[in-house]
């Protein structure tokens, strides 16, 4: 006669496999809303910086990014009045009239990195 032990091991191995499932990491899209997405460069892109809620972007003097480099989004995508979209990544600027600001750059540049 099998033990209690022998005939619970195989439905305890499946509920802690459904356990594990259920907190599989979000979708790209859902990342993307909230910041924390992380992304690799595709194409070069400027560094640019919007001064105001209300500015148009302008370009960084630490010059750009490069292809393969990864960074974090924090915000985004802004998108200004000719439909270019620009989003946030997790690098601080060193323009002194701006400091704790972080800078933006061309999301058609930036493709969603899978973890």
Same mark, same amino acid.
């Given at each position: 006669?099998?033990?209690?032990?022998?005939?619970?091991?195989?439905?305890?191995? !499946?509920?802690? !496999?459904?356990?594990?499932?259920?907190?599989?990491?979000?979708?790209?899209?859902?990342?993307?809303?909230?910041?924390?997405?992380v992304?690799t460069?595709?194409?070069?892109?400027?560094?640019?910086?919007?001064?105001?809620?209300?500015?148009?972007?302008?370009?960084?003097?630490?010059?750009?990014?490069?292809?393969?480099?990864?960074?974090?989004?924090?915000?985004?995508?802004?998108?200004?009045?000719?439909?270019?979209?620009?989003?946030?990544?997790?690098?601080t600027?060193?323009?002194?009239?701006?400091?704790?600001?972080?800078?933006?750059?061309?999301?058609?540049?930036?493709?969603?990195?899978?973890?």
């Amino acid at each position: 006669m099998k033990s209690s032990f022998s005939r619970l091991a195989p439905l305890a191995l !499946i509920a802690g !496999i459904a356990f594990l499932g259920a907190g599989s990491a979000p979708v790209a899209s859902d990342v993307a809303q909230s910041g924390g997405q992380v992304v690799t460069m595709v194409c070069p892109s400027p560094l640019f910086l919007f001064t105001s809620p209300t500015s148009v972007p302008q370009h960084s003097i630490a010059g750009g990014v490069g292809i393969g480099q990864r960074f974090t989004v924090l915000t985004g995508p802004r998108t200004t009045n000719e439909g270019v979209n620009y989003i946030q990544i997790d690098v601080t600027t060193v323009e002194a009239d701006y400091p704790n600001h972080h800078y933006w750059v061309l999301r058609d540049c930036a493709s969603p990195t899978i973890r």
